[in-house]
Structure formats: structure tokens, C-alpha cells
């Protein structure tokens, strides 16, 4: 018995066919308009395709998107043989984000991106880096994408491969955790598109003799929010000392914060800066939110009772620590359901490898950290459970984006204990309404008592062999023991 309410439906991301309403706004550098940030001072020339700015001033052009797609990627500017890839991979029309990037970038123009989760930033980017190389006579390390975490770089990678494959575009990956001698050699190749994680990027710029990205024409710097947050921000310097100055960039961020704008001044040249959510704390018209209250001591009956209702679903299931996330895995495969792991303290080959198998539908249950909350490409999800309730509005934003993605329609649910009611009041405030309760019956719940309490008994046993064998290996699952050596340039990232 599915107990999963019905709801009107708002619409589908293409249905209205207005033009998107555009907003232009000219900050200059008299601070006439003291809420707009003053951009920094060009510190690169500007490629003769680009609009000059007045004299004696800075001008940065910000464009609301309210609006819907327009109906072809032709329409954008996008030349056939990409349209045709388009086509192939299934994208039927431009999301409102590509609609109102794409043109921009092929006019030449720096762009800030601002866009909630899921929105098809991707293809915002790659596209037009894609067009403009086919159109290059240089071809070699024409492109670059720094991104905050190991699986959304493989994720844009396979973007731009597949948007690519008429060209057959050349993508190495350049990420902490895989061997550098590899990457050494994929990169002597000489790739058209480099994508990387900020520390293993600089480790080969300072250590792989003969490597440089003095002909990058094209810089992305994907959840930019993300980059900053998890402390890139002195290594990003770095590498941007290392580029050169005439070249386009394109910096893709969920939210701007102060960083951001930083990150901005001192990287992109008179931006455009395109905005698709009109709220911080927006989310799709397709996704269907709600939340249980239950007694905290009985949180993992309701867990296995609510993947019982989601069965044949595919559910991402957030926790806060690596530690639960391990114990639910456990706890949910010995009550015989496909529930697999992801999360920091994995090896990059167990990672991609708990991916794959989701992706796959081999699994049908991830059970994940934060670490997977941004960024990857898991278009049929759907499902997502919050086991714990994220600390702020910003993370829960990001973690209920995994379903509802492109216009296809899918669930959030949170569990909200006697403890975290006032986290989760100020979460319904940050979105702006009151959500309703997922409807359970307690006793129908209470039933998977007994064979849930032998699941965790043996998920306790499990868990501390677990604890044994890697601490014997020198790391535990509550925290890494570094053994006094080098802690790596991406091991910052959380969870």
C-alpha cells in the first residue's frame, strides 16, 4: 500500500512559452547603487568578440530569468552536429539556465551562473566551450573545469565527452586518490578539456615536468560555493597566478556568498551574471516535500518501513556522519534491501564503484554523506530521505535537488525527532512555508520491531569488526589517522 500523497501539478519546466523577463543593471564606479558588489579592475585584455565597458568605468549586466526555455538548442546559437549530440543524449529543449547562459557565452562574455541544483548547468558550460574549440585552430588544453569533489569531475567529464563524441573530444580527469603517473601521461597527450579538483591540479602544475595551462582559452569553476567551502580558495589563487589573462571564464555557484563575490572580482572580467532562482532557498515546482515526526529511539524502524513503501524506488538517504551512514547501509542489507554506502572515508575506486552500481539500479538504496549532495548525475532518483536533518537550509537545498531534476517529478521526506523541531522550523522558514506531514500508521510501523532489532545487533557487530580492520590499516570511520604524514591537497573534502 503506497501512502505517498497526490498533489496538483505546477507545470512542467517547458510548458510556458513567454519570453524570460530580463533585468539589466549598471553598477559604475561611483557606487551610485551601493547594494550591487563593485567589480574589480580588468586585469586581463578583452577578446574583440566582447562589448567594452564604458570608459572611465566598470560594468557588470545582471540578467533575472523568470521565464521558460526556448525550444531548440538551435535557437541558442548552438551549431547542428552539438544539437544533433543534444538530441541524442535526450535533451528535448534548453533548461531556463541554458537558455540564458548559452547565448552569453558565445557572444565572448565572462558569466557568473546562478542556478539551483539540477537545472543543467553543465551543458550550460560545455556547450559553448565545445563550439568555440570546433572553431579554434589551437586545440590542445583548450578548456579547464575545476570542481570541488572527485565524482562531480567525473561527472563533467562524461558531460563533455558525450557532447563531444562527433569531434571525439579528448577529457582528462585529474582528481586526489588516482595514480599521478597516469594522469602525468593523459595529460602529455594533451588533451582539448582538462577536469580536475583544485589540490591534485596544483600538485601536477608543480611536479609533472613539461605540463602548464599557458593555452587554456576557456576556465569553469563549478559550484564555486562548494570550492570555497571546503578551503580551495588559497590553492585556486594558485592556479589562477598560472593562466593566462586573456581567456573566458565561467564560474557556476548554487548560492553567492561573500567568498563568491571575492572569488569573482578577482577572477572573471565585467560578468554577466545570470540568475535563475529568484529565491535562495527555492526549489522545483515538481518536487513533493514533506517530513515524519517520530520518537528518535525508533528511527531506524521507521527508515526500514519507509524503504518498504519506496520499494522498486530508487532512494538516496542522507545521514550526517560517515560513521551512520556505514551502520544504515548495514542495517538496511540485512533486512534484505539493496542499500549501498558513499561516503569520503571510501577509496576513489569503492566511490565511483557505489555509484556505478546506483546508476546502474543494481542498487536501489544510497546511502550517503553530504559528500554526494552537490553535483552528481543520478537522473533517476527518486526518493530522497533525510535520516538526519542537514545543520542549515543552504545543505538541505542541495540534498532534496538530487530528485525533481530536469523537469521529472520526485520526493523529499525528512525524519524530524523530539530534538531537531526547531531545526526544522527554521528550515520551513528559510523555504518559506509550512510542509505537511508523510502520513504513517504506528503500528503498522511497529510490526518491523523485532526483525529490525536483529538487524541492528548484527549492523553493531559489523560496524566494530569495521572499526577494527581499518584501524589496524591506520584509519577509522570516525576519523582519519594520518600517522603525523602529509594530509593530501583533496583530502578536505567533508564526509
Known amino acids: 500500500m503506497s501512502l505517498i500523497k497526490k ?4 507545470g512542467s519546466l517547458h510548458e510556458d512559452k513567454r519570453t524570460p523577463s530580463k533585468r539589466v543593471k549598471h553598477t559604475t ?32 549586466v545582471e540578467i533575472e530569468a523568470n521565464g521558460r526555455a526556448l525550444k531548440s538548442f538551435q535557437d541558442l546559437g548552438i551549431i547542428q552536429s552539438l544539437c544533433e549530440a543534444c538530441a541524442a543524449l535526450g535533451y528535448k529543449a534548453p533548461t531556463p539556465i541554458q537558455t540564458e547562459a ?16 539540477g537545472s543543467g548547468k553543465t551543458a550550460a558550460f560545455a ?35 558525450a557532447l563531444g563524441s562527433l569531434i571525439s573530444v579528448k577529457v582528462a580527469v585529474v582528481v586526489g586518490g588516482m595514480d599521478m603517473i597516469s594522469q602525468s601521461i593523459a595529460l602529455g597527450k594533451r588533451p ?40 580551495f580558495g588559497a590553492i585556486i589563487d594558485k592556479i589562477l597566478k598560472v593562466l593566462p589573462r586573456e581567456r573566458r571564464t565561467y564560474l557556476f555557484s548554487a548560492t553567492m556568498t561573500s567568498k563568491v563575490e571575492s572569488l569573482q572580482r578577482a577572477s572573471l572580467s565585467s560578468p554577466l551574471r545570470v540568475s535563475i532562482s529568484t529565491n535562495k532557498y527555492q526549489t522545483v515546482s515538481t518536487l513533493l516535500q514533506s ?52 561516503h569520503g572515508q571510501l577509496s576513489q575506486s569503492s566511490r565511483l564503484g557505489a555509484l556505478g ?91 518491523l520491531g523485532e526483525h529490525v532489532g536483529e538487524a541492528q545487533r548484527m549492523a553493531i557487530r559489523e560496524m566494530k569488526d569495521l572499526h577494527e580492520k581499518r584501524g589496524t590499516k591506520g584509519a577509522t570511520l570516525r576519523g582519519r589517522k594520518l600517522g603525523g604524514g602529509k594530509r593530501g ?7
Not at 363 to 388: H, K, M, Q, W
Not at 395 to 424: D, F, N
Not at 489 to 495: A, F, S, V, Y
Open 192 to 231: 582539448h578539456i582538462v577536469v580536475a579538483t583544485p589540490g591534485r591540479l596544483l600538485d601536477h602544475l608543480e611536479n609533472t615536468k613539461g605540463f602548464s595551462l599557458r593555452s587554456i582559452k576557456h576556465l569553469v569553476m563549478d559550484e564555486a560555493d562548494r570550492l570555497l567551502d571546503l578551503d
Open 489 to 495: 591537497r583533496d583530502e578536505t573534502e567533508e564526509g
Open 102 to 117: 548559452i547565448p552569453l557565452a558565445l557572444q565572448g562574455r565572462d558569466l557568473i551562473g546562478l542556478a539551483e541544483t
Open 291 to 342: 517530513y515524519c515526526f517520530i520518537p528518535h529511539k525508533d528511527k531506524d524502524i521507521y527508515v526500514a518501513w519507509l524503504m518498504n513503501e519506496f520499494a522498486s524506488k530508487s532512494v538516496i538517504i542522507f545521514t550526517r556522519t560517515v560513521n551512520e551512514t556505514q551502520r544504515i547501509a548495514i542495517l538496511l542489507r540485512a533486512l534484505g534491501l539493496g542499500a549501498i554506502p558513499l
Open 357 to 447: 552500481k546506483f546508476r546502474a539500479r543494481s542498487r536501489d538504496i544510497l546511502v550517503a554523506t553530504d559528500v554526494a549532495a552537490r553535483g552528481l548525475d543520478i537522473p533517476s532518483v527518486d526518493v530522497v530521505l533525510n535520516f538526519d536533518l542537514p545543520h542549515n537550509s543552504e545543505t538541505y537545498i542541495h540534498r532534496v535537488g538530487r530528485t525533481a531534476r530536469a523537469g521529472k517529478s520526485g520526493h523529499a521526506i525528512s525524519m524530524v525527532t523530539q530534538y531537531e523541531i526547531e531545526l526544522w522550523q527554521r528550515i520551513e522558514t528559510a523555504l518559506g512555508k509550512k510542509l505537511g506531514e508523510y502520513e504513517t500508521d504506528r503500528e503498522e510501523v511497529m510490526i
Open 29 to 60: 564606479s561611483t557606487h551610485t547603487k551601493p547594494t550591487a558588489p563593485k567589480p574589480a579592475k580588468e586585469s586581463s585584455p578583452r577578446p574583440s568578440s566582447a562589448p567594452s565597458p564604458v570608459a572611465g568605468s566598470t560594468s557588470e
Open 127 to 161: 556547450l559553448p566551450i565545445l563550439q568555440a574549440l570546433m572553431e579554434s585552430p589551437r586545440t590542445s588544453l583548450f578548456g579547464l573545469c575545476l570542481a570541488p569533489t572527485r565524482e562531480l569531475a567525473y561527472q563533467i567529464a562524461q558531460a563533455f565527452e
Open 7 to 10: 498533489r496538483k501539478a505546477d
